[in-house]
């Protein structure tokens, strides 16, 4: 009953639910991402970013969900904290990571509004979000939060239109942008929420978009 009232205020207020994720379909949400090409893609993209990483650095995962980074940040000795609104997928993460979950820090709540100081991270990582699950009022919130905790870089995850293809509608303020934006609108997105793009490390392609890895630093 009362996470049913959460999410329903979380409609009200924000125009979104936060994180999809809870209940049933967050026990079975790495299960099935797991069948999906564009999920080891991911997986591989953000390992071989970290590789470049010095070890022992602190990392921000917003949303965290299953913790499906984790052992890669634990290789290279990072201190890990994770957000994700969803308590029931934190509580997946518990039982897929084992001993691994205990070292993390993990905090149900809104990324929009993060618990955490200014410049508190080295790096943050926002994978699966930012393009489908909240909409474009609550993108450009949470892109300067991002930029306020991390204190030099972030990996971010975004859907970059084909130039070849006509410019969609400017995304809703309470839809997703999801293949809305071409490189250009992207940049600027970005570089208002204080960010300057470093590398741009194409993931997957689709019809209308790449899956795109983008390296920022913090201007």
């Given at each position: 009953?009362?996470?049913?009232?959460?999410?329903?205020?979380q409609?009200?207020?924000?125009?979104?639910?936060g994180?999809?994720?809870?209940?049933?379909?967050?026990?079975?949400?790495?299960?099935k991402?797991e069948k999906?090409?564009?999920?080891h893609?991911?997986?591989?993209v953000?390992?071989?970013f970290l590789?470049?990483?010095?070890d022992?650095i602190s990392?921000?995962?917003v949303?965290?969900g299953?913790?499906?980074?984790?052992?890669?940040?634990?290789?290279?000795?990072?201190?890990?904290?994770?957000?994700?609104?969803?308590p029931?997928m934190?509580?997946?993460?518990?039982?897929?990571?084992?001993e691994?979950?205990k070292?993390?820090?993990?905090?149900?709540?809104?990324?929009a509004q993060?618990?955490?100081?200014?410049?508190?991270?080295d790096?943050?990582?926002?994978?699966r979000?930012?393009?489908?699950?909240?909409p474009?009022?609550?993108v450009?919130?949470?892109?300067?939060e991002?930029?306020?905790?991390?204190?030099?870089?972030?990996?971010?995850?975004?859907?970059?239109?084909?130039?070849?293809?006509k410019?969609?509608?400017?995304?809703?303020e309470?839809k997703?942008?999801?293949d809305?934006?071409?490189?250009r609108d992207?940049?600027?997105?970005?570089?208002k929420?204080g960010?300057?793009?470093?590398e741009?490390i194409?993931i997957?392609?689709?019809?209308t978009?790449?899956l795109?890895?983008?390296v920022?630093?913090?201007?």
């Amino acid at each position: 009953m009362f996470k049913s009232l959460k999410r329903s205020f979380q409609r009200l207020f924000w125009g979104y639910s936060g994180d999809k994720y809870y209940g049933r379909l967050a026990r079975k949400y790495q299960k099935k991402r797991e069948k999906k090409k564009w999920w080891h893609e991911e997986n591989r993209v953000v390992h071989n970013f970290l590789q470049t990483l010095p070890d022992g650095i602190s990392i921000l995962d917003v949303p965290f969900g299953t913790g499906r980074f984790v052992p890669y940040y634990l290789e290279k000795d990072m201190k890990v904290y994770g957000l994700d609104s969803s308590p029931e997928m934190l509580g997946a993460a518990r039982e897929i990571l084992g001993e691994d979950f205990k070292k993390c820090e993990t905090v149900a709540g809104d990324a929009a509004q993060l618990p955490f100081e200014d410049n508190f991270f080295d790096l943050v990582v926002c994978f699966r979000f930012l393009q489908s699950i909240i909409p474009y009022r609550v993108v450009k919130t949470v892109l300067k939060e991002l930029h306020r905790v991390t204190r030099s870089q972030a990996l971010l995850e975004l859907k970059v239109r084909h130039e070849s293809l006509k410019d969609a509608r400017h995304p809703k303020e309470n839809k997703s942008i999801r293949d809305t934006l071409k490189l250009r609108d992207i940049k600027m997105l970005l570089g208002k929420s204080g960010f300057e793009i470093a590398e741009i490390i194409p993931i997957s392609q689709r019809k209308t978009h790449v899956l795109t890895a983008f390296v920022c630093r913090k201007k």
